[in-house]
């Protein structure tokens, strides 16, 4: 669980971008580019290291946040359940799955030690609005994990809305625990679970790198 936490991180760290260079810049250069500087970053900080949980949020909502798109992210995740809700109870859903993944990541930016990340080559036309950036992630012990994103054009830049870790896609990942959820207690009741999860998350504190 700990190295998919640790995968998990190394790929959230692709979302940041740079100002107005990101609406023009090739989205395996953009992921490159970032993944890299905010790695070396989280491996350099000691207050990062040891688990300061101010730093660690700051870093994940000021570097991560504004470039992944959570509302398709959501939608997605919730499947054909996310026409039936209302606008309300959407803008809901996606703040407490948004704050769920805002937890995941810290937790396991606080335990990035010596992983690297290696790019394949981008298999895309110019024209594409959506594409699929692979990657993995060398370990220090064990073989390289798969590690690739999803991308969707917007008019801020390139914005990621999916992770494959492992072979497992993270929105395919939620969409069967969203759905049983839904299925027993409807879409409220997912909120309330969301929510529920996320407020023992805020109580726990953030583990440092051993």
Same mark, same amino acid.
């Given at each position: 669980m700990k190295l998919v936490q640790q995968i998990f991180a190394a790929a959230t760290f692709a979302f940041a971008a740079a100002g107005a260079s990101a609406q023009t810049e090739a989205p395996d250069a953009l992921i490159k580019r970032i993944s890299t500087d905010v790695i070396e970053t989280a491996k350099a900080d000691k207050e990062i290291q040891a688990g300061n949980q101010q730093r660690v949020m700051s870093l994940v909502e000021t570097k991560i946040l504004p470039h992944v798109d959570f509302q398709r992210m959501t !939608?997605?995740? !919730? *499947? $054909?359940?996310? $026409?039936q809700a209302t606008p309300a109870q959407q803008q809901q859903l996606a703040a407490e799955f948004k704050t769920l993944l805002i937890f995941t990541y810290s937790g396991a930016l606080a335990q990035i030690k010596n992983e690297t990340v290696e790019f394949k080559p981008l298999r895309a036309d110019p024209a594409d609005q959506e594409v699929e950036v692979r990657s993995q992630v060398n370990v220090t012990r064990g073989e390289p994990i798969q590690l690739n994103y999803r991308l969707a054009k917007s008019g801020t830049g390139w914005k990621i809305f999916d992770i494959n870790v492992l *072979? !497992?896609?993270l929105v395919e990942t939620?969409?069967?625990t969203f759905a049983a959820e839904i299925n027993k207690s409807g879409i409220d009741g997912l909120i309330k679970a969301l929510a529920e999860r996320n407020k023992k998350l805020a109580k726990q504190p953030i583990k440092a790198a051993k």
């Open positions: !939608a997605l995740a !919730a *499947g $054909r359940f996310w $026409r *072979g !497992a896609w939620y969409k069967g």
